[in-house]
């Protein structure tokens, strides 16, 4: 009988990746933008590693808008040597999430039967890719889990927290515990996690992994520069610390007139965002909101420096590095980064590390920078970012992790 499978070694990511185009056909309410970045640069690094790698997605969540339609369609896409395939998706809230149980698991069965599948990667741990997981399990394909949040329910949560917010942790928590279960080698992103259920594992630190490009280097105008904050504009990411920053230059007129503020992402109290930095009379601020990635991609080659302020005492300081400051250093900026994850083991020249949680260290970086000092550090963070995150090199670490 004819081998109808193809013999080049692929990889399947499952994870609940998504772009404009589905978020918009679908009318889905969260987009999922550091997730989706993941997924499709560990895909591009295995590609590097010989490998014809796949995503498949639910492209759905439990609050997607009802469509008369009741059935979307498989949708299949490519991006830069990536197959991103949407299961079929039930446009019926909550009873969604039971469907993609069904759809993903054909399509991850048909995969499977026609490709030589060696490598199956979870994203996290939503119910449907544990369960995308416990099949490539009983096929005796080699699970990596790339685990990039960590469930840290607490007592107190019950007490302070909503029902729903409690219960999605306590689910949570057991998801994860078996997909770290299922997996032959877990992924972190910072070799500062802290969480005792991978201490027995085969663990690798893939802190970054970017598609080093060339940009060109832009010259300050008239000596100002053009300073960015993007990504989630929440406490724990430091929106706080960045209008508390904003609120002590506001009366500096002498190095404000220096400064333009970009600032672009998501907020979940968008409208009293948008009214606190209007308040700033002061300052050239300029708010983008939640952008395209074509959008962000044009804000940042505008920006000169980049800052990334996740709260180094917050909830999540010991799981999550910001990926964002990653992004910047390979595309050759300055950036202005918080003692948080594995950028305090970064080369001092590579990037502005902050002493203490606090807007007078921010100001105190951006009143010594000029565009020497700006370029420089810029080209040695590019540097940096070749040497290691490179998408050759990272496929590499994770195929030579996983054989050993």
């Known amino acids: 009988m004819r081998n109808r499978k193809s013999n080049v070694s692929t990889s399947i990511f499952v994870g609940n990746y998504l772009d404009e185009n589905i978020q918009k056909e679908r009318s889905l309410i969260a987009p999922n933008p550091a997730g989706s970045n993941r997924m499709w640069r560990l895909s591009r690094a295995l590609k590097s590693a010989g490998f014809l790698p796949y995503i498949i997605s639910p492209a759905c969540s439990a609050r997607i808008k009802f469509d008369a339609r009741i059935i979307h369609p498989a949708r299949i896409t490519r991006k830069n040597g990536v197959v991103i395939i949407y299961a079929t998706a039930l446009s019926i809230p909550y009873l969604s999430i039971l469907f993609e149980f069904f759809s993903m698991s054909l399509l991850f069965l048909s995969l499977t039967f026609r490709k030589n599948v060696k490598i199956t990667i979870l994203y996290c741990y939503y119910?449907?890719?544990?369960?995308?997981?416990?099949?490539?399990?009983?096929?005796?394909?080699?699970?990596?889990?790339?685990?990039?949040?960590?469930?840290?329910?607490?007592?107190?949560?019950?007490?302070?927290?909503?029902?729903?917010?409690?219960?999605?942790?306590?689910?949570?928590?057991?998801?994860?515990?078996?997909?770290?279960?299922l997996a032959d080698l877990v992924i972190i992103p910072s070799s500062k996690f802290v969480f005792n259920g991978i201490k027995n594992k085969n663990v690798l630190v893939v802190d970054g992994c970017i598609d080093v490009k060339e940009t060109p280097r832009l010259i300050l105008e008239n000596g100002n520069i053009t300073v960015l904050l993007a990504g989630m504009l929440d406490e724990e990411q430091g929106i706080e610390l960045y209008i508390?920053?904003?609120?002590?230059?506001?009366?500096?007129?002498?190095?404000?007139?220096?400064?333009?503020?970009?600032?672009?992402?998501?907020?979940?109290?968008?409208?009293?965002?948008?009214?606190?930095?209007?308040?700033?009379?002061?300052?050239?601020?300029?708010?983008?909101?939640?952008?395209?990635?074509?959008?962000?991609?044009?804000?940042?080659?505008?920006?000169?420096?980049?800052?990334?302020?996740?709260?180094?005492?917050?909830?999540?300081?010991?799981?999550?590095?910001?990926?964002?400051?990653?992004?910047?250093?390979?595309?050759?900026?300055?950036?202005?980064?918080?003692?948080?994850g594995d950028y305090v083991n970064l080369p001092s020249n590579t990037c502005f590390l902050l002493d203490d949680y606090v807007p007078e260290n921010i100001i105190s970086v951006l009143s010594t920078l000029n565009d020497e000092i700006i370029s420089k550090t810029g080209k040695n963070a590019k540097q940096f970012a070749k040497e290691n995150w490179g998408f050759e090199n990272v496929g590499n670490k994770i195929i030579n992790c996983l054989n050993r």
């Open 127 to 181: 119910p449907s890719t544990v369960f995308v997981g416990v099949l490539a399990k009983i096929q005796k394909i080699k699970i990596i889990e790339d685990l990039e949040d960590i469930v840290t329910p607490k007592i107190t949560d019950w007490f302070k927290k909503n029902l729903m917010f409690s219960l999605q942790q306590a689910i949570g928590v057991t998801l994860m515990k078996i997909s770290i279960w």
């Open 244 to 340: 508390d920053t904003l609120s002590i230059l506001n009366q500096d007129k002498h190095l404000a007139k220096k400064i333009k503020f970009h600032i672009c992402g998501i907020s979940l109290e968008e409208e009293s965002l948008k009214l606190r930095l209007a308040a700033f009379n002061n300052l050239d601020i300029t708010y983008f909101g939640f952008t395209s990635s074509m959008e962000f991609t044009s804000i940042l080659n505008n920006a000169d420096v980049c800052l990334v302020l996740q709260n180094p005492n917050g909830r999540n300081s010991q799981q999550k590095t910001p990926s964002k400051g990653y992004e910047y250093m390979a595309s050759g900026k300055c950036v202005i980064v918080t003692p948080i």
